[in-house]
Each structure stands twice: as structure tokens, then as C-alpha cells.
């Protein structure tokens, strides 16, 4: 268990690491084409939209493997699927 949430800090550590430092790559980018620099309000914008999608896609995520190991997906009717191969008849 320690070692799993070990493991699971780390991942999270490396990949605020990477977010930060392509967000800081990206901008300093931005200032060099001759953007200007982004306003607090832009940080502000910027941080939650990056929150939020990941939020997002970890809460989908979480849905479709939960949906798939609790047998959901193999429940769902698809008798009016048209690519349905109606030679095996279960």
C-alpha cells in the first residue's frame, strides 16, 4: 500500500513538474513572438482551464474502466447497431 501511494505521488509530482514547466516554456514562447506578457488574469484562466481538463479526463476515465469492469458495457442492447453481425445469435 505504501509502496502504491509512492508510486502514485510520484506520477503526480512528474506530471505537475511537466505542466508547469510546458507552461512556462510555452510562455516565454509567447513573450518572444512579441505577445506580451500574460496578465494575472490570464495565469488565473490558463491554471483552471488545465485543472479542469484534467479533472475531466480523470473523472471519464475513471467512468469508462469502472463501466468496463463492472460488465456494463457488455449489458448495453445493440440490436439496432447496424455493423452488428446478426450470424451470432447469443
Same mark, same amino acid.
Given at each position: 500500500?505504501?509502496?502504491?501511494?509512492?508510486?502514485?505521488?510520484?506520477? &503526480?509530482?512528474?506530471?505537475?513538474?511537466?505542466?508547469?514547466?510546458?507552461?512556462?516554456?510555452?510562455?516565454?514562447?509567447?513573450?518572444?513572438?512579441?505577445?506580451?506578457?500574460?496578465?494575472?488574469?490570464?495565469?488565473?484562466?490558463?491554471?483552471?482551464?488545465?485543472?479542469?481538463?484534467?479533472?475531466?479526463?480523470?473523472?471519464?476515465?475513471?467512468?469508462?474502466?469502472?463501466?468496463?469492469?463492472?460488465?456494463?458495457?457488455?449489458?448495453?442492447?445493440?440490436?439496432?447497431?447496424?455493423?452488428?453481425? &446478426?450470424?451470432?445469435?447469443?
Amino acid at each position: 500500500m505504501v509502496a502504491r501511494l509512492a508510486r502514485l505521488s510520484l506520477i &503526480t509530482v512528474l506530471g505537475l513538474a511537466i505542466s508547469a514547466g510546458a507552461t512556462w516554456g510555452l510562455s516565454l514562447f509567447w513573450i518572444a513572438i512579441g505577445g506580451g506578457a500574460l496578465p494575472l488574469h490570464g495565469w488565473i484562466a490558463m491554471g483552471l482551464g488545465i485543472l479542469g481538463t484534467v479533472g475531466l479526463t480523470y473523472g471519464l476515465m475513471a467512468l469508462a474502466f469502472k463501466s468496463h469492469r463492472e460488465g456494463w458495457d457488455d449489458r448495453v442492447d445493440n440490436t439496432l447497431d447496424p455493423g452488428r453481425d &446478426t450470424s451470432d445469435d447469443r
